[in-house]
């Protein structure tokens, strides 16, 4: 079946335009994640989503940074005002199930790599 | 909060070679680890995971076991492959708290042929 799906797998921008990341997560997963991979700070949790409760946004750095998940199933990253830090590989993740379940796999998508220059 | 320490890399060993990276952890609570692998030009996948205290993972010939008296769930094989060569990360997800997983720094593994 198909897996994560994220759009664009590249995107070039310059500092202080907006940008949006779209996951598709798998079908029938409640949970949805993202993570930021970059080279000085790894791999980096941002938000959560469980079903249509409110997301879980501990890990966004600053309040440039915002998602949204409409109908419990796509999703879409915004940052505004990029800056040349947040260059990055974006990765979505989903899973079946979310809180309490232990051992419950995430599924990546193969991430969004943003240049910012 | 919670955290995870890997061995630092690159590691590059020849194949048929013995492998362990390891890792320890800090959690609240009683995390589920897991490995995850990154091959070249490709997503992270999921390599093996375990739940609770000396449950073993086992994947592909790698395996790790999840020691709750020294924090660790090291990863090893006993004979790596060309088509091992990859970045490794070890990650926890605690469930007393984060629902998302904390990744250790990633191991760039190289196996020579």
């Not at chain 1, 409409?70 to 800056?83: D, E, P």
């Not at chain 2, 609770?52 to 990863?75: C, I, P, Q, V, W």
């Amino acid at each position: 079946g198909a897996g994560v799906s994220q759009s664009p797998s590249n995107k070039v921008t310059e500092k202080g335009k907006d940008v949006e990341l779209r996951c598709d997560p798998i079908s029938g997963h409640t949970a949805l994640y993202w993570y930021r991979q970059s080279l000085g700070q790894g791999l980096e949790f941002l938000i959560y989503f469980q079903g249509n409760s409110a997301p879980d946004k501990s890990g966004l750095p600053s309040d440039r940074f915002s998602a949204e998940r409409t109908g419990g199933s796509v999703s879409t990253l915004t940052i505004q005002r990029t800056q040349q830090e947040d260059s990055a590989v974006y990765l979505c993740a989903s899973s079946l199930r979310g809180t309490g379940q232990g051992g419950n796999e995430q599924f990546f998508g193969p991430g969004t790599r943003l240049t910012v220059l | 909060g919670d955290s995870v320490t890997q061995m630092e890399g690159p590691v590059t060993l020849s194949e048929e070679a013995f492998l362990t990276i390891n890792c320890t952890y800090t959690a609240t609570g009683y995390p589920s680890l897991f490995w995850y692998v990154q091959y070249p030009g490709e997503g992270l996948q999921l390599l093996l995971k375990a739940t609770k205290a000396d449950d073993k993972g086992s994947n592909k010939g790698f395996e790790a076991t999840y020691r709750k008296e020294t924090t660790s769930f090291h990863l090893e094989k006993g004979s790596v492959q060309v088509s091992d060569s990859a970045v490794y990360f070890c990650a926890l997800s605690s469930a007393g708290s984060a629902r998302q997983l904390t990744f250790g720094s990633g191991t760039q593994l190289t196996v020579l042929p």
